[in-house]
């Protein structure tokens, strides 16, 4: 018995010589004024476009953007209205406080200079004072420095290089996954050219270049095509028009769908 109470004793003595060393109190609150797993985002949009937490990087081609400006949108997950939400566009060189609604939603928008990145963080408050982790709110936002309009011609060439080269596997790395039709078909189609044609000379005028603002953008153009039948051994010409579009993830530009005549894949 009395060798329990001294036991007793002793961790009363030694949680009292803890609460007097300097910092030990003041370390433990500073653990808890950071609680990621409590004041955290729901969700994040740019641009109407929710970015998941993994993707750390965005990118736009300014013209893409409603009056130049890019839009960030997001909810404060939880139902407790948070005391306080900042953004910072600069690596968190700067902060700027922002409206939350009482459906705990914010918004912010700024003007973005083309070929510029920008380094987004958020930060939480809530109303126990606490903050959400702020390194893993990173967005990097790139505004590219080129043109819609040049990117598309900087697709379309490469394609064509692809193509008249026969090389089908960097052809089809252009065509995006969920291409209208089949991408599997589109891609017999594509080969089917190459085992039927000899000598395949391509050229085309862009007529219209017309993104719709969110991750499309139409293309009209004029082409001209000559080649030889290997069966036959003529040598064809022809020429028309077709409607393509194409569609836009993180500044990168693929084949989605093709409307008309075919400038690729048009053998039978």
Known sequence: MLHKTTSVIIGIVFLFMLCLIPGFVKGSQAASAENPDDTKLEYLYINKTM??????????????????????????????????????????STWRKVRVTRKNT????????????????????DAKGDTNNIDSTFKGIAILDRSIYNAVRDVLNSMTEAYQGKASGVFMSY???????????????????????????IGYNLNSVTPDYKDKVFVSLNFNRSYTDIKTGRRRNDEGS??????????RLSLYSVRGQPLFGFTK
């Open 51 to 92: 970015v998941p937490e993994t993707e750390k990087k965005v990118t736009f081609f300014r013209e893409l953007l409603p009056g130049g400006k890019v839009i960030i949108a997001g909810k404060v997950a939880g139902n407790e209205i948070a005391k306080a939400v900042e953004v910072s566009i600069d690596n968190k």
């Open 106 to 125: 914010f918004r912010y928008s700024f003007r973005a200079q083309r070929g510029t990145t920008y380094g987004l963080f958020i930060r939480i408050t």
């Open 175 to 201: 065509v995006n996954d969920s291409f209208t039709g089949e991408k599997i078909e589109y891609g017999r189609a594509i080969r089917n050219d190459f085992s039927t044609l000899h000598d395949i000379s």
């Open 242 to 251: 077709t409607a393509m579009v194409f569609r836009l993830d993180n500044g």
